[in-house]
Nanobody
Framework: VQYVESGGRLVQPGGSLRLSCAAS????????MTWYSQAPGKEREIVEV????????VYRDTVKGRFIMSRDSANATVYLQMNSLKPEDTGVYYC?????????????WGQGTQVTVSS
């Protein structure tokens, strides 16, 4: 199992980014996929989930209406379109499949991609 996140960079408040996550080592179409973020000095938290069918569920109230998750099942890639970015969106962003709690593959993470929102 491997995740390669990319697309993060320094961006000004109000700007947009599109993060990508290429997953491999498993059949991504069998799983919901999730984006997490970890702000400096804080624990990693869930941002948004996309189901196998492509339905989104936003878990973090502060990003509702601004972040949209999508998936390209043919290429085993998920995306996070981030609009109207705010300084509080700063952090390292990770993607991961929604493994069953008993599956040890749920402990595997990628390197993440750094998003910094600052003027």
């Amino acid at each position: 199992v491997q995740y390669v996140e990319s697309g993060g960079r320094l961006v000004q408040p109000g700007g947009s980014l599109r993060l990508s996550c290429a997953a491999s080592g498993f059949t991504t179409t069998n799983f919901a996929m999730t984006w997490y973020s970890q702000a400096p000095g804080k624990e990693r938290e869930i941002v948004e989930v996309i189901s196998r069918a492509g339905d989104n569920v936003v878990y973090r109230d502060t990003v509702k209406g601004r972040f949209i998750m999508s998936r390209d099942s043919a290429n085993a890639t998920v995306y996070l379109q981030m609009n109207s970015l705010k300084p509080e969106d700063t952090g390292v962003y990770y993607c991961k499949a929604a493994w069953p709690k008993t599956d040890e593959r749920g402990n595997i993470w990628g390197q993440g991609t750094q998003v910094t929102v600052s003027s």
